[in-house]
């Protein structure tokens, strides 16, 4: 077995420290052996110490010049294995290496100026992974070979020619030149000895790996002087700060109008309706301005995101600042060309139906009519455009698709096709779909007088109704509409098409009572509507007058007839105590119940009211309680007059009354019971012979089976209820039954 002994000893340090209590925080630093990183740093054929600093921070002792090359690998590979080794450095270049599997890593230096790189390891115990960022130092003694007396700048611009210069700097090998104003436009740079004399030797100096004069942007400009001095390379930089110009160098992404000029701020653009976002790629002049388009910061000489355009005009504002906070804003309106839209319909087409006028995208109104028989329609509608939504009554519908089937009453039905285009423009079309009555409907669905107003407001449930005119109107006629344009319409006689007009009608001074008849298409079904029309004031004989929203009644004498029948057109009526028609209800005249009509008109025979059966006699009085003989059979009525059903108990007797009233004979199965009724009626009780067998029902009128007793004696009646004689076999033994069915 393997034993870490640093480890051990590492435990063993620590714990001694924390017995003895020694004070950690006047310790400055310690070293690699101390630490225990995992990995060993080596340059020169020496192992270096890694340090860390009171700020947990980590560096190297200092690496001689002569060093080209520095090897890192694990303190222990039992315990330690190298992930990685990286650095952001431009003076480094790192290789690894695997030999017996153990991976290590060399460092190549190029430039010998201080580096950090970032070096991973794994602890394969815990397989814990950690990242320590060392900083490697070169001893400074070594530097002086590098040496030089200042760095001489040459700057010019606008303003003429500056001659500037830096002392070298033996703390560091960053220079900085600050306060150049925008007008200085470039710079040369050399270095030189303590005598004056410039040294190229082994220098190299670079602006964005260019020699020369150098341009300069506003804000930071980074120039690399790079010494080589026997082979070996130290690199010193220099950052000459310009004071900026809020300008754009290249704008690209998108065509504008006029040719992009970092002069011109205003500028148009046109895409076409399929690009629906662009991306604009800013430079600016000087590398140190901030640029923002739209309020979102782009690097300079990247592509901004993605900016969406709705159709239209759409503004883009560019906005340059540098770093002093000068500011200039370039302006783009780029417009998308709007996409090709309409609120209309290219057609429209109706199942079963033919729409009229023939469609014309601009008209809006249309009518159809589908025969009785057409319960439902389906319609398609097609936009002039894809682009377009469709609604019919609320619902969408796919361009060129078709609805759901739209279920159609008798009559009107109005439809509501809403095209709605891209920007939200509305256009609605409506559809009357008309479907024809039934061929037996005889109701108006229109009528008005040219002269005067009907009253009440027509209904085509109403059936009576009053105009009133002037004395000076002397004629008039009636127009009306039948709701099954089939239908054909007699006024007094005279026989119309629907949806006409009737001729005139001379109007006497009083009520002129006007008959409209209506046939159905059948030609057999009718129904009567009437009007009083009223010249001036009322003078009646034998006639309806409408007062109001009722109707009275003028006798022979043109006296109005109050709290009395009214035999009219073989129809009775009654009058009540005001004067006015009873309608639409019981009434209760000398002690008898009538019921009366919608229209006033007495009801006769049977009669159903509120799920009950009334019987109203020839002279219209409600049958009261007892027995009715109607049409040669037997019914009941209750005291109110209702019919009876069920077993009703009748002076003593019971009965059974069917569901619709009739009164039962004979045999009736009645609640898992059978029962016989009598040919009056009546609920039989003990022994019945029907001509060929008895049976015998007990006092509840139930007929009896299996053995009974009665009045002493054991009798056997089978399943059927028949009484059983002679010898029977039941349940393993034999009976004897005499000729009376007596058990002997």
């Known amino acids: 077995m393997k034993v870490n002994f640093k480890r051990i000893i590492s435990q063993l340090l620590v714990l001694t420290v924390m017995i003895t209590g020694i004070q950690l925080g006047n310790i400055k630093s310690a070293n690699a ?87 991973k390891v794994k602890d394969l115990g815990t397989q814990e992974v950690k990242s320590y960022n060392v900083n490697f130092k070169f001893k400074e003694e070594n530097a002086d070979k590098f040496k030089f007396d200042k760095i001489m700048i040459v700057a010019s611009g606008s303003g003429g020619t500056m001659n500037l210069d830096l002392d070298y700097n033996t703390g ?21 000895d303590q005598n004056g004399k410039s040294i190229t030797s082994g220098v190299r100096i670079t ?132 996409a090709p839209r309409s609120s209309y319909l290219k057609s429209l087409k109706i199942k079963s139906a033919t729409i009229s006028p023939s469609f014309n995208k601009q008209t809006f109104d249309y009518t159809a009519t589908v025969e009785n028989k057409v319960t439902a329609v389906t319609i398609t509608p097609t936009a002039e455009y894809s682009t377009s939504t469709i609604r019919v009554n609320g619902k969408k519908v796919v361009s060129g698709g078709t609805t759901g089937y739209i279920s159609l009453d008798e009559g009107a039905n109005e439809v509501e096709i809403k095209v709605t285009d891209a920007k939200g423009d509305t256009s609605t079309y409506n559809i009357v779909i008309t479907r024809r009555y039934s061929k037996d409907n005889v109701k108006l669905s229109t009528l008005k007088s040219t002269e005067g107003k009907l009253s009440p407001k027509f209904d085509s449930e109403t059936y009576l109704y009053t105009v009133k ?60 509507y009437r009007v009083s029309i009223i010249r001036d004031k009322i003078q009646a004989v034998n006639e309806w007058v409408l007062s109001g929203d009722d109707w009275t009644f003028y006798d022979a004498l043109g006296v109005q007839v109050k709290n009395k029948w009214v035999k009219y057109d073989k129809q009775w009526y009654f009058v009540n105590v005001s004067g006015y028609m009873e309608r639409d209800g019981w009434i209760n005249e000398s002690g008898k119940w009538y019921y009366l ?51 009703k108990l009748y002076k ?27 040919d009056d009626g009546t609920m039989r009780k003990g022994w019945l012979y029907d001509g060929k067998y008895y049976y015998y029902l007990d006092k509840s009128g139930v007929m009896k089976t299996g053995w009974q007793r009665i009045n002493g004696k054991d009798y056997y009646f089978d399943s059927a209820g028949k009484m059983k004689t002679g010898f029977i076999f039941l349940d393993g033994k034999w009976y004897n039954l005499g000729q009376d069915g007596a058990l002997s």
């Not at 709701?483 to 001074?509: F, T, W």
């Not at 019971?654 to 009598?678: E, H, S």
């Open 207 to 338: 602006k964005d790996g260019k020699t020369g004069t150098f341009k300069l942007s506003g804000g930071d400009n980074e120039i690399l002087i790079s010494r080589t001095v026997n082979g070996r390379t130290k690199v010193f930089k220099l950052v000459i700060s310009k004071k900026g110009t809020p300008k754009l160098k290249y704008l690209t992404g998108v065509t504008l109008s006029p040719r992009f000029d970092s002069e011109v701020t205003e500028y148009t653009a046109k895409v076409p309706t399929k690009t629906e976002k662009i991306t604009l790629k800013p430079t600016a002049v000087d590398n140190s301005s901030t640029i923002r388009i739209n309020g979102v910061i782009v690097k300079s000489g990247s592509n901004s995101q993605p900016i969406s355009l709705k159709e239209g005009k759409n503004d883009i504002a560019i906005k340059v600042t540098t770093q002093d906070g000068e500011v200039e804003v370039y302006n783009i309106e780029v417009t998308r060309t709007e």
């Open 469 to 528: 005119v002037d004395r000076a109107v002397r004629r008039t006629k009636l127009v009306f509409t039948a709701q099954n344009d089939k239908a054909k319409v007699k006024i007094d006689g005279r026989e119309y098409a629907s949806s006409q007009e009737s001729d005139y009608i001379d109007l006497k001074i009083g009520a002129n009572l006007v008959n409209i008849e209506v046939t159905a298409e059948d030609k057999k079904t009718t129904t009567l």
């Open 597 to 647: 009509n919608a229209d006033g008109t007495m009801k006769t025979g049977w009669f159903k009211n509120n799920g009950y059966w009334y019987y109203l006699q020839a002279d219209g009085a409600m049958q009261n309680s007892g027995w009715s003989y109607y049409d040669k059979t037997w019914y009941m009525f209750g005291p109110n007059g209702m019919l009876e059903t069920g077993w």
């Open 652 to 678: 003593g007797n019971w009965y059974f009354l069917l569901d619709n009233g009739t009164m039962r004979r004979g045999w009736q199965y009645y609640d898992l019971n059978w029962y016989y009724l009598n």
């Open 33 to 119: 052996a101390e630490l225990n990183l995992g990995f060993n740093v080596e340059a020169g054929g020496a192992i270096l110490d890694i340090n860390k600093s009171s700020t947990n921070s980590y560096y190297t002792d200092e690496i001689d010049m002569s060093a080209s090359t520095i090897n890192i690998k694990s303190s222990d590979t039992s315990y330690y294995k190298l992930e990685g080794v990286t650095s952001s450095s431009s003076g480094v270049k790192i290789a690894s290496s695997i030999s017996n599997g153990v991976t290590s890593y060399k460092i190549a230096i190029t430039k010998y100026n201080d580096f950090n790189a970032t070096i």
């Open 172 to 192: 560091g090998d960053d220079y900085y030149l600050s306060g150049l104003g925008d007008d200085v436009s470039t710079a040369k740079v050399s270095i030189v």
